[in-house]
């Protein structure tokens, strides 16, 4: 099957640990994404990425980082410098044009504690 | 910077009637995309429905339609004959057209829908 996985769906952390989640898809697209949700506020671009080895900040890229390389995987770091990084994280792949939408993975609750 | 405003954080419907779900935008743009995304309990994000900001035919997809009003930058989803499973947080999303690149979505805060009895 088709689709994007994220692992795990449940992560606990202690505070000043990094943390890296999970988002692998096979559909063979360039883009992928980072989003982070929080109550009341939607979702907000953390990182993306259109091609292999190369990746831009998003709104609030701020104690997080990335990498990407393979065009399956989009790994999302969370570190010690994210001030508030208990959130749902959502990672999402499309592909490059005019017209393509973003198909999303099932998410990571990551809780600090 | 594009915005995306839901000024309905709840509302409630009872099943098999019709509902509308508000959206307005705010850009400079002249093209664009919209979408309703539907986030159920578990959490996965799935595409409603799809505005090509070109287009002036609203979008529809079976018990789903969208007026869309580009010159009031206004974006409303109605449900049809709504069905239990229709519960679920929906959110509204601005997308740029871009061409060869990547674009982002701007999502607004969301409209959690009940369905009752």
């Known amino acids: 099957d088709g689709g994007i996985t994220q692992s795990p769906k449940y992560l606990f952390r202690k505070e000043g640990q990094n943390v890296t989640l999970s988002c692998e898809q096979n559909l063979n697209h360039d883009a992928m994404y980072w989003y982070r949700q929080d109550p009341g506020q939607g979702l907000r ?43 749902f994280y959502l990672c ?15 998410g990571t609750r990551l809780t600090v504690t | 910077a594009q915005t995306v405003t839901q000024s309905q954080p709840e509302m409630s419907v009872q099943e098999a009637e019709t509902v509308t779900l508000s959206c307005t935008y705010d850009t400079s743009e002249s093209d664009y995309y919209l979408f309703w995304y539907k986030q159920p ?47 679920a947080m929906y959110f509204c999303a601005y997308r740029r057209v871009n061409t060869g690149t990547a674009s982002k979505l701007t999502f607004g805060t969301g409209t959690r829908l009940q369905v009752t009895l």
Do not use: C, H
């Open chain 2, 41 to 87: 309990p578990s959490r996965q994000m799935i595409l409603v429905i799809r505005q090509e900001a070109y287009k002036q035919q609203n979008a529809t997809e079976n018990r789903f339609s969208v007026n869309f009003q580009k010159a009031a930058k206004s974006f409303s989803l109605k449900i049809s004959d709504s069905q239990l499973g229709d519960a």
């Open chain 1, 92 to 106: 999402a792949s499309s592909m490059i044009g005019i017209s393509y939408e973003q198909y999303f993975g099932p």
């Open chain 1, 45 to 87: 671009l953390i990182y993306y990425s259109q091609i292999v080895n190369d990746f831009q900040k998003g709104d609030i890229a701020e104690g997080y980082s990335v990498s990407r390389e393979k065009k399956e995987s989009f790994p999302l770091t969370v570190t010690s410098a994210q001030k508030n990084p208990t959130a």
